[in-house]
């Protein structure tokens, strides 16, 4: 299928204007046939962004092509391999050019290599002016500082000058502190995910790094420090007072820190919220509703240019439990362009459907949600346990048990799953499934066994269904 090739892939992530850009000048990024590449790169844009129209096929190429001259499917193979090689060449082309500091920084490295003194020293001047002058102290402000620092110390030791001792102590401090700030941000992204899917990491230096961590001068560096608190944030989460510690820094820090790395900040937050909620403390929804509306404000909710599916799933679901529907319904409207073109209607379609559900017009969510398909796995589950929920609402036995067969085999078959996320499904199926069966049969012994075990054990919304037990007339314990 042409669209699933690389070459056409590639094109895909490109904005229009970039795709414009590559074709005008493709000759810089094509080592052989640009001309002929360009030919396809412009047949290509009148598609883009989405390649998997009606016309969009290898055949049609083809025949585009062989009015310039013979090409077969192998040639055809050839071609977009070439164009693959010109596209990646491009993508380096524009990442080296992304800021200020990293243009200068390949200038750098260039000058030094060509024995360019006097523009090799007005090159880091204007570098460090560029680092010094900037608010942003992210992790990349020490990668940068000291890779233009050991570009300095090569040169000059090259050149043997003196007073080489203080360049190579400047070197060695931003490489410590870059090495320091990667290390605890990998930990702490370890020990989310150990509290959320419930794996277990191998960190025998975090003990030394949140030593190392704590000395001078690294202690003094704010990157680090807030690191530091992510880390005790998790190694005590009883501890509020360091999510309360993380908040005030993102809010006082949000405009000087990276988007990169805020959105990081924000997702441990969101993270830890969530761990807080898995344990009954439903205070922490509005934490999470709070932090979602700040990845608004920040601008930290895209993956590119478009919103990532999986956070407007997440804003939908916890707006729904604060029964803030219409405010979640106006980030759907709101945001709903800017989801990616080949999986905009699926998604829109199901917050939609899950909505509706919430408002109980269970048939309009049903059309909404046998509508929508993504290609997720989270979009996945939610569908099919919103199916079941559906189906129990409108006490359709035999599309429940058809569709509760389905899930069972889907979670059972999934390879892509962890442990954890398939425990919590197979639990929700099987509670579900009992739900069924005790409205069915009036059984409040099992009812009550049943609300206990969720009270005791958890189960994914567990709100939802001590509300349906409520509507059994099962007594709370």
Not at 25 to 33: E, T, V
Not at 137 to 149: E, N, P, S, V
Not at 311 to 323: A, P, Q, S, Y
Not at 324 to 348: C, T
């Amino acid at each position: 299928m042409l669209a699933k090739t690389k070459a056409i892939q590639l094109l895909q992530t490109l904005t229009a204007k970039e795709v414009e850009e590559f074709s005008d000048h493709l000759d810089l990024f094509a080592s052989k046939s640009a001309a002929f590449l360009k030919e396809i790169v412009i047949w290509c844009a009148g598609f883009h962004p989405q390649f998997d129209q009606p016309g969009f096929t290898k055949e049609k190429l083809l025949q585009r092509l062989q009015k310039r001259k013979p090409v077969n499917q192998d040639k055809l193979r050839y071609i977009l391999s070439d164009l693959a090689l010109a596209l990646e060449k491009y993508v380096v082309y524009k990442n080296s050019l992304r800021g200020d500091a990293r243009t200068h920084l390949v200038l750098l490295e260039y000058y030094k290599e060509k024995d360019l003194e006097r523009f090799f020293n007005q090159k880091f001047e204007a570098l460090e002016q560029i680092l010094d002058t900037s608010a942003s102290r992210g992790t990349d402000f020490h990668l940068i500082k000291y890779q233009a620092c050991d570009h300095r110390y090569a040169y000059h030791l090259r050149k043997q000058r003196e007073g080489l001792d203080d360049e190579l102590q400047t070197t060695s401090h931003h490489l410590d502190t870059y090495y320091v700030i990667v290390r605890l941000r990998l930990f702490s992204e370890m020990l989310t995910r150990e509290m959320l899917l419930k794996v277990t990491y191998d960190k025998p230096l975090l003990p030394a790094i949140l030593e190392m961590a704590s000395w001078e001068p690294y202690a003094s560096d704010p990157v680090v420090g807030v690191y530091r608190t992510v880390i005790h944030m998790h190694l005590e989460p009883e501890r509020e007072d360091y999510f309360e510690a993380l908040q005030k820094y993102i809010d006082s820090s949000a405009p000087l820190i990276p988007k990169s790395e805020l959105n990081d900040l924000l997702v441990f937050s969101q993270n830890y919220c969530t761990g807080k909620i898995n344990q009954g403390k439903e205070n922490f929804l509005w934490k999470i509703w709070e932090i979602y509306q700040k990845m608004i404000a920040y601008d930290v909710i895209y993956e590119g240019e478009y919103i990532r599916p999986g956070l407007l799933k997440n804003i939908v679901t916890v707006g729904i439990r604060l029964n803030q529907l219409e405010a979640a319904e106006k980030v759907v409207d709101s945001f709903g362009q800017r989801v990616e073109p080949r999986i905009r209607e699926g998604v829109l379609g199901y917050n939609k459907a899950v909505l509706a559900f919430a408002r109980r017009d269970y048939r309009q969510a049903l059309r909404l949600l046998s509508q929508a398909q993504v290609d997720d796995i989270f979009y996945e589950l939610g569908t099919r346990a919103l199916f079941l929920k559906l189906f129990y609402e409108l006490e359709d036995a035999v599309s429940f048990y058809h569709h509760w067969d389905a899930f069972y085999n889907f979670i059972r078959r999934n390879k892509v799953m962890s442990d954890a996320q398939k425990a919590s499904h197979k639990n929700f199926i099987r509670i579900i499934r009992q739900l069924m069966r005790i409205r069915a049969e009036g059984d409040r012994n099992l009812g009550m066994k049943l609300r206990e075990e969720i009270e005791r054990q958890g189960v994914l919304d567990s709100t939802w269904f001590h509300k349906k037990l409520d509507e059994l007339k099962i007594p709370r314990p």
